[in-house]
């Protein structure tokens, strides 16, 4: 059974940092993997989604790396902002002919000015 | 587009009672997803649709039932709320490969 796991739960940061959020899973069979951000009593908005063929995707201040043989993934934010608060969550999608996503249970990140 | 719509936003029930929240896409996907949010537990799917006509059970379906009323539309129904059913409803939809996943904004419900 695939197991997603974040940590930390929770991270605080200066303005400017760079800073690395952390996401496992235990079974490396996945089509793909997917970041979201998540603001307070809001809805989930898609950052980055990586194929399993892919081993990073990029979208502005933000790079997701993929390395399935560890199952492990990365979200790397450069030069951290207060606008990036906001609680980091990821998903697995596996191969087993199912549609279903499993989701770690987050990264709460501070960003302080 | 509007993307993913969820109605209501907010909603409180009595343990007992019944009621129905509704889920629209306007992306053309063929495949939606019903999860639930609780503190500490992540999200955790309750039943999803691959393509229109088909339902299947997630991780968490006992006291829900879903209707894929067309390729659009994905209801979730609660027969009898429990207060174990409190929480933040989410539902969501994907196209074709990659399979990316879009979110509605949640419906929060409090069972008293």
């Known amino acids: 059974k695939q197991e997603v796991t974040q940590i930390p739960a929770a991270l605080s940061v200066p303005e400017g940092e760079n800073l690395v959020l952390n996401c496992s899973f235990t079974?490396?069979?996945?089509?793909?993997l997917q970041w979201f951000r998540q603001d307070p009593g809001k809805g989930l908005t898609s950052l980055l989604l990586i194929q399993s063929s892919q081993r990073e995707q990029t979208s502005g201040r933000l790079n997701a790396s993929l390395d399935k043989s560890s199952g492990r993934s990365t979200l790397y934010i450069a030069a951290s902002q207060p606008g990036d608060s906001a609680t980091y969550l990821c998903a697995v999608r596996g191969t087993s002919g199912t549609y279903k996503y499993i989701f770690g249970t987050g990264t709460r990140l501070k960003v302080l000015a | 587009n509007a993307g993913v719509t969820q109605t209501p936003k907010f909603q409180v029930l009595k343990t007992g009672q019944s009621m129905t929240l509704q889920c629209a896409q306007d992306m053309n996907h063929n495949s939606m997803y019903w999860y639930r949010q609780d503190p500490g537990m992540g999200l955790r799917l309750i039943y999803y649709?691959?393509?229109?006509?088909?339902?299947d059970k997630g991780e968490v379906p006992n006291g829900y039932n879903v209707s894929r009323l067309n390729k659009r539309e994905f209801s979730l129904r609660l027969e009898s709320a429990a207060p174990s059913q409190t929480s933040v409803y989410f539902c969501?939809?994907?196209?074709?490969?990659?399979?990316?996943?879009?979110f509605g904004p949640g419906t929060r419900l409090t069972v008293t």
């Open positions: 649709s691959a393509s229109e006509g088909t339902t």
């Open positions: 969501a939809s994907s196209g074709t490969y990659p399979y990316e996943q879009y």
């Open positions: 079974d490396s069979a996945i089509y793909n």
